[in-house]
């Protein structure tokens, strides 16, 4: 049984993905206080920050989506 290269090409983007949005949580979460710091001298920041943490969280949910659809047997390889 071999994996088609289709397959594992998606999947390593999305293993990728996951990683990259993971260690930009723990980024965030370790930067708190100097985040909270900056974005009460520009408010410009905060909201920049919480487009970021959006955007990751809509990457999830396609991914999350993506696997589903797969499982279902709507996305076929």
């Known amino acids: ?8 090409f998606i ?3 999305y293993a990728l993905t996951v990683v ?3 260690l930009d949580f723990l980024q965030s979460r ?3 206080e100097v985040i909270a710091r900056e974005a009460s001298s520009r408010s410009g920041l ?3 920050h919480v487009f970021k943490l959006l955007a990751e969280a ?3 949910w396609l991914i999350v989506a993506f696997v589903g659809q797969v ?3 709507w996305i076929k390889f």
């Not at 049984?1 to 594992?8: E, G, H, K, R």
């Open 1 to 8: 049984m071999s994996i088609p290269y289709t397959l594992m």
């Open 11 to 13: 999947s390593a983007v």
């Open 20 to 22: 990259v949005v993971i």
């Open 30 to 32: 370790m930067l708190r």
């Open 46 to 48: 905060l909201y920049l």
């Open 58 to 60: 809509a990457i999830i």
């Open 71 to 73: 499982w279902m047997g």
